[in-house]
């Protein structure tokens, strides 16, 4: 059975950073492409950052784009998104996920096309 579990999430002032994990068991993380999500109250959950399953090719939203890195310790079965530059549209909850077979990465993620789901882990920029 996989589990999927987030953490990372905290209080932060805008211009600030985080570091959010992402540790999967019951699959080999080298094997797959993953990626984060996010997700507002009332709005539809967004493909933020995604790696390929060879870790070599990146996808990152527009809105993202030299603040954020995402990466992966396949020998920890981690996968990490560093946030950087954090700004107020920022918050949100958010999810890391492991993409089915139908998902290469490279390109704009469709929650439909992830699996498996942690269960989300809060950032919050402070006024």
């Known amino acids: 059975q996989v589990h999927v579990v987030e953490s990372g999430g905290d209080l932060v002032q805008a211009g600030g950073s985080l570091r959010l994990s992402c540790i999967v068991s019951g699959l080999n993380v080298a094997d797959y492409a993953m990626g984060w999500f996010r997700q507002v109250s009332g709005k539809e959950r967004e493909g933020v950052s995604c790696?390929?399953?060879?870790?070599?090719?990146?996808y990152y939203a527009d809105s993202v784009k030299g603040r954020f890195t995402i990466s992966r310790d396949s020998a920890r079965s981690t996968l990490y998104l560093q946030m950087n530059n954090l700004e107020p549209d920022d918050t949100a909850m958010y999810f890391c996920?492991?993409?089915?077979?139908?998902?290469?990465?490279?390109?704009?993620?469709?929650?439909?096309?992830?699996?498996?789901w942690g269960q989300g882990t809060q950032v919050t920029m402070s006024s």
């Open positions: 790696l390929n399953w060879t870790g070599r090719t990146a």
């Open positions: 996920a492991i993409a089915n077979p139908v998902y290469s990465g490279g390109y704009y993620p469709l929650p439909a096309d992830f699996g498996a």
